[in-house]
Structure formats: structure tokens, C-alpha cells
Nanobody, 125 residues
Framework: VQLVESGGGLVQAGGSLRLSCAAS????????MAWFRQAPGKERVIVAG????????YIADSVTGRFTISRDNTKNTVYLQMNSLKPEDTGVYYC???????????????????WGQGTQVTVSS
């Protein structure tokens, strides 16, 4: 599975961004997906996860009510809509994938097999 993220950038606090992750190389509708964030000097942590059809999702407590994960299986793409951004949301955001079913819940990075190159999100105060 090859993953390519886009949509990062610099935004002021309170602003919005939408990240996209385009996948190729596998049957996308049977690939479990997630977004991770890595702040400078910190470990990579899960922000959101989504099941095959998009009906099951997980959103980390730190971003609940502000971030939404979705997927479009016709476009082989998963999205992370980020609203009301805060400076603490700053980091590199990675798209992650694993073939087969992986229930959306808090998971370590090691649960996923495929990674994108990452996209930088910087939120200024």
C-alpha cells in the first residue's frame, strides 16, 4: 500500500485544515486507516482511526469535537478535517494503513504496516 498525504500548512489558531491521504496498491475498501501526529521531540500518537466502510471511527480525546475522519472508497482517499485548531495541534501528521480489519480505537503506531511521508501542520497563536 502506497500512501501520499497532502493538505498541511501554516494556519492561525482557530482556523481549519483538511488533510487528504491517497492510497494505491491494494483494495482500499478492505484497508483500515488512521491518522497519527508527531510533535517535535515526542512519540507518534494516534489522532483518529476509521474502519473499512467509514461507519466505525475513533477520535482521540484531545481532538474530539474538533477533528473528523472520513473516507471515500471510490477515490481511495481518507480525510482528516481539522477545525478550531490550537497551537498544541502542531506536528507532522502521518497517514497509516493496515490490510484487513483493525477496530478503530487507541492504537500504537506498531499496529499499522504502511505509512505516508507525513505532512507538516503548524498552528500559530
Amino acid at each position: 500500500v502506497q500512501l501520499v498525504e497532502s493538505g498541511g500548512g501554516l494556519v492561525q489558531a482557530g482556523g481549519s485544515l483538511r488533510l487528504s491521504c491517497a492510497a494505491s496498491g491494494s483494495t482500499f475498501s478492505s484497508v483500515s486507516m488512521a491518522w497519527f501526529r508527531q510533535a517535535p521531540g515526542k512519540e507518534r500518537v494516534i489522532v483518529a482511526g476509521i474502519g473499512w466502510s467509514g461507519g466505525s471511527t475513533y477520535i482521540a480525546d484531545s481532538v474530539t469535537g474538533r477533528f473528523t475522519i472520513s473516507r471515500d472508497n471510490t477515490k481511495n482517499t481518507v480525510y482528516l478535517q481539522m477545525n478550531s485548531l490550537k497551537p498544541e495541534d502542531t506536528g507532522v501528521y502521518y497517514c497509516a494503513a493496515r490490510r484487513g480489519w483493525l477496530a478503530p480505537r487507541p492504537r500504537p503506531a506498531s499496529d499499522y504496516d504502511y505509512w505516508g511521508q507525513g505532512t507538516q501542520v503548524t498552528v500559530s497563536s
